[in-house]
């Protein structure tokens, strides 16, 4: 017996699956019309009217308003792909959409949600088997396919227009950032890339630059801008005048009394310049605030210094030049320097900071007519540094255009013919739930995905295992050659992402609820969810996106 208060709400059995995957399924359509080249964008405005233009699946998700339990578990299928292989996150939630859709077929012709999970987690091992199998060897340095994986990545996006541009660029980031083991793999520490955006120029101007760019102005007009041989100080300390812990209240009486305290002011302040100077610094980055009188005795000394400094940068510089962060201005040593060059561009307003002949970050710096093109542009090329860093370090790549989920679905239909009992179904269910990358990939571009799909099948029960869609020209051709060209290693883990995401969801047959599941009709211990998409009551705020 369950004993549920007033507000409290029970769906069970068939009921509860019906909820799930429905809730599971409005997730996935919401994002499937962006995959691809061909791919549109949605709109996103939040609850303070701020506007977010993207196709980014992961972007997408995390940004609607949704709330409901289902869809947040669908959701985590795209942040887990975002962090482990930095795309694919639309095919991932997509694939999850339609292995739930497929399931609920299968439910409905009686078989049991365990033989569906077993034959689902069979046909995922086999199907990362299979991408292991078909993928190709790369080498680090083979910068021509490497450029075409970051291509594949930024195809669709904000990036795509200047995307040979931002993929040599993408390139040439990695490879500097990229260290061999002892073993022979190849490490990416993407910590040292940083990434600038600046508006009012054209994408085809950003930069790759060696070392740090910090965007703020020097706090005092007669401070240098330019040092070759700069030692610079990096502050996580205000040059103010420092407040009393506790309330205190002055009474003066007198003129003198008033200027004995500027005084104490003003000598407080020249201790802290003073303790700056005896350490070398020619050059202070400071995350807090500095004094106006501070700023003068600074310039008076010949020391650049620039305030409010994003923590994020003053930890790039830390790693650029190999410098500490110092948290007491008064106890600051020579030690605590980092040494380089500071060099000043006033048409672009920016410092750029280089480290010695030891350091290893670079900075992109992305251009971008307005503030909306530069922020997809970022999430553009972030996608792609992460795909390409991925590459580099796991050395496969597969086709791209559809090719490898065809491939996958083939050989997993052949592979079910000799798995017994119902879990047949649901491997033969899988391998259709794959060919909704080239389904949607055509729909999105225009074409029949149905005439697409057999036009695949054809090429590759040929043999041509690398064919898949042009969805420029509209034809099947071997996508390797045409230069669409995805890592392995997100293939493989989207594949796992969405299996064991639809596993979850189906092992679910009862949901107890203390508050409104946004259910309708029936009782209350088996009512069936009302309006299609069932207690995705946040996303109703969206319509007007999707």
Known sequence: MIIMGDDSQRVKDRDAQEYNISAARAV?????????????DKMLVDSMGDVTITNDGVTILTTMDIDNPTAEMIIEVAETQEDEAGDGT??????????????????EQEIH???????????????????????????????????KVAETTMTGKGAELNKDVLADLVYRAV???SVEADDGSHVVDLANVKMETQTGRSAAESELLQGAVIDKDPVHDDMPTSLDDANVLLLDDPIEVEEADADTSVSIDSPDQLQSFLDQEETQLKEKVQAIKETGANVVFCQKGIDDMAQ???????I??????????????????????VSDVESATADDLGHGTVSRDDADELFYVEGGDDAHGVTLLLRGSTEHVVD???RGVQDALDVVATTVSDGRVVAGGGAIEVEVASRLRDYADSVSGREQLAVEAFADALEIVPRTLAANAGLDSIDTLVDLRAAHENGDQNAGLDVFSGDVSDT??????????????????????????LKIDDIIAAGDLSTSGGDEEGGAPGGGMGGMGGMGGMGGAM
């Open 28 to 40: 996935a359509d919401a994002v499937r019309s962006t995959l691809g080249p061909k791919g549109m």
């Open 175 to 177: 490879q500097q950032v």
């Open 480 to 505: 390797f050659d045409t230069g669409v060209v995805e890592p392995a290693h997100s293939k493989e883990q989207a594949l796992s992402s969405a299996t064991e995401a639809a596993n979850l969801v």
């Open 113 to 147: 949600p365990s033989a569906i999970i077993n034959g689902f987690h069979l046909a995922s091992e086999q199907a990362r088997e299979a991408v292991d199998e078909v993928a190709q060897q790369v080498e680090p340095d083979d910068e021509e396919r490497i450029k």
């Open 304 to 325: 650049l210094a620039a305030r409010r400094v994003k923590k994020s940068d003053l930890e790039f510089l830390k790693n650029i030049l190999d410098a500490a962060i």
């Open 376 to 378: 997809e542009l970022e």
């Open 90 to 107: 639309t095919t991932a939630v997509a694939i999850a959409g339609e292995l739930l859709k497929n399931a609920e077929d299968l439910i």
């Open 296 to 302: 003068h005795f600074l310039a008076k000394e010949g």
